[in-house]
């Protein structure tokens, strides 16, 4: 079946201790975006890549960077996590940009920050 | 601003106790009405898209509709494994393109 996959599915790391999360999808879709979620809040995009065009959100921290290096596969990198970063991060495609298209999400990754 | 305000925030059901779940948005132009289920510890998973005012759609227990302010998730004798987060979100016209601006969620219980 095609799909969102998000690894790992849980991570620990310490405060100030760089973290890279992966997602990768097999649905061949154009846009992967990645989420931060929250316990009981809305899910926060963080940026998402429209192919190769990476676009940030205005208020996405600096600590937050991500890489697309091909259709497949995206990851997000926390450089410097802090103790408020810790969250469900939630990776989602969709076909195209614009219009209606859906979005599909992954099942996300929970990180710890000890 | 957009806004998007799901209520209530959490609602306890019996089995078999139907109920309605409500999404009101403030947008400019409403592009497109996404309603998602978001199990514990898990991602969205995408139940129906609502484009115009008057717009139904049905998916065993769930139906969903619309109107010009707000958007209604009725749940028909619901069962415990429909016990989750349903999620609303909105792509409003304006954007240049289709960014979602979730609610942050009614959590549903439904017991025995």
């Known amino acids: 079946d095609a799909m969102v996959i998000q690894n790992p599915r849980y991570q620990v790391t310490q405060f100030g201790k760089p973290v890279t999360l992966s997602c990768s999808q097999t649905?061949?879709?154009?846009?992967m975006y990645w989420y931060q979620q929250k316990s009981s809040q809305a899910p926060k995009l963080l940026f998402h890549?429209?192919?190769?065009?990476?676009?940030n959100e205005a208020d996405t921290p600096d600590n937050f960077q991500s890489r697309r290096p091909n259709t497949s596969f995206c990851f997000l990198d926390i450089r410097s996590p802090g103790l408020g970063d810790a969250a469900m991060y939630l990776c989602?495609?969709?076909?195209?940009?614009?219009?209606?298209?859906?979005?599909?999400f992954g099942p996300g990754t929970r990180l710890t920050v000890l | 601003e957009d806004q998007v305000t799901q209520s209530p925030e959490a609602l306890r059901l019996q089995e078999g106790e139907s109920s309605s779940l409500n999404c009101s948005y403030t947008?400019?132009?409403?592009?497109?009405l996404f309603w998602y289920r978001q199990d514990p510890g898990k991602g969205p998973e995408f139940l129906f898209t609502?484009?115009?005012a008057g717009e139904e759609k049905e998916k065993e227990r769930l139906k969903a509709t619309l109107t010009k302010k707000e958007s209604f998730l009725h749940i028909t004798a619901p069962k415990p494994e429909d016990s989750a987060t349903y999620l609303c979100?909105?792509?409003?016209?304006?954007?240049?393109?289709?960014?979602?601006?979730f609610g942050a969620g009614t959590q549903v219980v439904v017991t025995p």
């Open positions: 649905l061949n879709h154009n846009v």
């Open positions: 890549y429209y192919d190769k065009d990476f676009n």
């Open positions: 947008v400019s132009g409403l592009r497109g």
């Open positions: 979100a909105v792509q409003a016209v304006p954007d240049s393109w289709g960014k979602l601006q």
């Open positions: 609502l484009y115009s």
């Open positions: 989602a495609t969709s076909v195209s940009r614009g219009g209606t298209d859906t979005q599909y």
